[in-house]
């Protein structure tokens, strides 16, 4: 929607393509239009030339007369795609577009002036854009939740802001200059551009958004966006101890789960390790400048692995309290970070999209395969460590699948999920190896053969799916979703017992 200037008439973009001009006093028709062959995703007014834009998934984006719905011009070009949001600049004279790039057009000329962000190969794909209003530097908001501040001069990245647990959906500079809002599923949040801090924290509810199951099969750990970590027994369901971060500046980046420790990284750069039963520090691991955007503890327990937003990742070495390597290869921020089940060997995925494989001692790329393809989420490994699953998604039309990677051929295998027709949020490799299991943002989990083309159905959770997890020494699977329920499976009784053993 968008609303004119004089406040008088409403302007509206429908899921068929079509536009429509309402008087908001009268809540009549002024004029509808057929302006798109597909779904209308956003729409601006341009201030002084009794114009608006309009844009779709698909190119071009065209101008249309405010008065009567009359086609102006279409703005195209070879770099250009569709856009899923336009932002008009405070001098009127030029409009940002985005979807999987950044794109500064002139107008009323309709020529690029400026294609911002990576150039060889694209970002994670752009919900929403805002421009402050000194015309300095454009906010992006992207489904990977991660909020993006930009020089329009030059193009540079000069902040990004993480504290969102869902994709967000919309990013607005406000007036002031100095501060903007952002909202997703978990909340509304308020950013101060200058420092980075939190002015505002509006979460939607208490909503789960990583789990794990201690080796025993009895503790379960989760954390939730309300910067909580809550143990309790997946057994009887009763809560053992929460753990709570009190600072807002301090919030959890990101988090995850060993044995007999949590280790998670802080808005302050720093990686921290609790003893899960007593609750105490057992260490801290200072020097990253930037945010870690990913974490990951070895096998033995002995080395953590941090993805940054800098593009590298650092290999600790957590009795030592130091960073044993520093690898770089990759061009963008990274996305996760996972060892290998011998320990020896560290997968990380950016959103350069490329996927790389590292020796952990030596710190040499010893594989990397380029996707093609945002990569959604971390692959699952099955247990001789030969191939991998990911999750791959389409930045155009929130579709994913998964392929399995073979590492020892260098080479994809098969493809699972082709009838998903939504976003997957998470794997699971069942532990003989014989089933793959996704769960995806829309609360459904399925259930697929790893082994031929077998399909054994789906299952529905309130929430979105955020973690599937086997109990050890079970059949059982655990599923936890974003409403804060976990619910406990026979996994032999809905994959069907003659399919699992």
Not at 34 to 57: D, G, R, V, W
Not at 173 to 194: E, P, V, Y
Not at 284 to 289: D, T, V
Not at 490 to 499: E, L, Q, R, S, W
Request: proline share 3%; charged share 25%; aromatic share 10%.
């Amino acid at each position: 929607m968008a609303i004119t200037r004089d406040d008088r008439s409403l302007i509206t973009g429908h899921a068929d393509g079509s536009i429509s001009k309402w008087d908001i006093y009268t809540g009549k028709l002024k004029f509808s239009i057929s302006a798109h062959s597909k779904s209308c995703t956003s729409l601006t007014i341009i201030p002084h030339e009794n114009l608006f834009a309009s844009s779709c998934i698909d190119p071009p984006i065209k101008i249309w007369n405010l008065d009567n719905g009359k086609h102006v011009k279409s703005l195209s070009s070879i770099e250009a795609r569709g856009a899923n949001d336009l932002s008009i600049l405070t001098d009127g004279k030029r409009m940002v577009s985005a979807d999987t790039r950044i794109i500064v057009w002139k107008l009323p000329e309709g020529e690029i002036e400026n294609i911002i962000g990576t150039k060889d190969k694209d970002p994670i794909g752009i919900n929403s854009v805002s421009v402050t209003p000194d015309d300095r530097l454009i906010i992006t908001a992207s489904i990977d939740k991660i909020i993006r501040v930009w020089e329009i001069t030059g193009g540079n990245k000069v902040d990004v802001f993480i504290g969102h647990n869902d994709y967000i959906h919309k990013v607005i500079a406000m007036n002031d200059g100095h501060r903007l809002i952002s909202a997703s599923f978990s909340g509304i949040r308020g950013w101060d551009l200058s420092n980075g801090k939190l002015w505002l924290d509006f979460p939607k509810q208490t909503a789960l958004h990583a789990m794990t199951i201690s080796k025993n099969g009895i503790r379960a750990i989760a954390t939730s966006n309300n910067n909580e970590i809550s143990v309790f027994n997946i057994k009887t369901g009763e809560l053992i101890r929460r753990l709570t971060l009190q600072n807002r500046e301090t919030r959890f980046a990101t988090i995850t789960f060993s044995e007999s420790f949590i280790v998670y990284s802080t808005t302050n750069q720093r990686i921290l390790g609790r003893n899960i039963d007593s609750d105490e520090i057992l260490f801290q691991l200072a020097g990253h400048s930037q945010l870690v955007t990913s974490l990951a503890v070895s096998p033995d327990e002995r080395l953590i692995a941090s993805g940054l937003l800098d593009n590298s990742i650092w290999i600790w070495d957590i009795e030592k309290r130091s960073a044993k390597q520093i690898l770089k290869g990759h061009f963008d921020d990274i996305r996760f970070v996972k060892f290998f089940p011998d320990g020896q060997k560290l997968l990380s995925g950016s959103s350069d999209q490329s996927i790389a494989v590292w020796d952990v001692n030596s710190g040499e790329k010893v594989d990397e395969i380029y996707m093609g393809e945002a990569i959604a989420f971390p692959g699952e490994f099955s247990l001789n460590a030969e191939k991998a699953f990911f999750s791959l998604g389409n930045i155009d039309s929130f579709e994913c699948e998964v392929k399995s990677y073979d590492f020892k051929e260098k080479g994809w295998t098969k493809t699972f999920f082709k009838n998903i027709k939504a976003d997957i949020n998470i794997l699971c490799l069942s532990p003989d190896n014989r089933f793959i299991i996704a769960g995806t943002k829309t609360g459904d989990f399925w259930i697929h053969s790893a082994i031929d083309d077998k399909e054994h159905g789906s299952f529905h959770c309130r929430g979105g799916i955020v973690s599937l997890i086997f109990i050890p020494g079970t059949s059982l699977l655990a599923s936890a979703d974003s409403f804060g329920e976990v619910i406990v499976w026979n996994f032999p009784k809905i994959v069907g017992t003659d399919g699992y053993k």
